[in-house]
């Protein structure tokens, strides 16, 4: 996949899913680094950078077509507001969590970043499943941009099973759906996704 940098997000070139995963990939380290500096100390054990980066990418999405370039640092500016912004949605979550005295999350930073890795594998098949911290960290981010780019059902149905480990029936009952959608959903969310993560060539040798 061609590299797509600040001059071609200035230009408007981003033209596509593919491209527009490329860019955030590019920024994604420096993103997370940030993070880890900006969550507290106390707040670690229940606010994660992969937590408030999926919901960075989210919004990247659904907000790329109205972005409008103007000078070459304008696409990493308004990266940065979106980022600062769902820093501060997780802080007021938080907040807003520990007054009423329930549970921040479900599971802890480090057992989401296993769910990520998880559906990568799943997504990998007979792939083996990168070792080194910096390659967990680049699947993880290349698993969390590519599902981005699905249709929300697939999109939603992968998240509540693979990253939420909910059960299918009860992904069913959430989406108002069949098991057997469900089903069809998750299986065929895979595939697509294995698709949207093949343009970056690293992670997969050309098996079919």
């Known amino acids: 996949m061609p590299r797509v940098g600040k001059d071609s997000i200035q230009h408007g070139q981003i033209v596509n899913d593919s491209d527009l995963q490329a860019v955030l990939m590019e920024r994604a380290e420096c993103l997370h680094a940030y993070l880890q ?4 100390a106390d707040l670690r054990r229940v606010i994660a950078p992969e937590d408030i ?7 990247v999405f659904r907000g790329i077509s109205s972005f409008k370039p103007d000078t070459p640092d304008a696409f990493d500016r308004w990266l940065m507001r ?6 501060l949605d997780a802080f007021r979550h938080t907040r807003r969590l520990k007054r009423g005295g329930g549970h921040q999350f479900e599971h802890e930073p480090q057992h989401r970043s296993t769910s990520y890795l998880g559906l990568f594998a799943s997504v990998a098949a007979n792939q083996s499943t990168p070792s080194s911290d910096e390659a967990v960290r680049e699947a993880v981010y290349a698993t969390q941009i590519a599902l981005c780019t699905l249709p929300d059902d ?9 990253i939420e480990e909910r059960p299918h029936a009860e992904v069913a009952k959430a989406m108002q759906k069949t098991r057997p959608s469900i089903n069809s959903l998750l299986y065929r969310g895979l595939r697509m996704l294995r698709q949207r993560l093949e343009p970056a060539g690293k992670f997969f040798s050309n098996d079919g």
Do not use: F, G
Not at 53 to 59: I, K
């Open 82 to 87: 979106i980022t600062e912004r769902k820093l």
């Open 154 to 162: 697939y999109q939603r149905a992968i998240t509540m099973h693979y």
């Open 53 to 59: 980066l999926q919901d960075v990418w989210v919004a």
């Open 37 to 40: 500096r900006k969550i507290p």
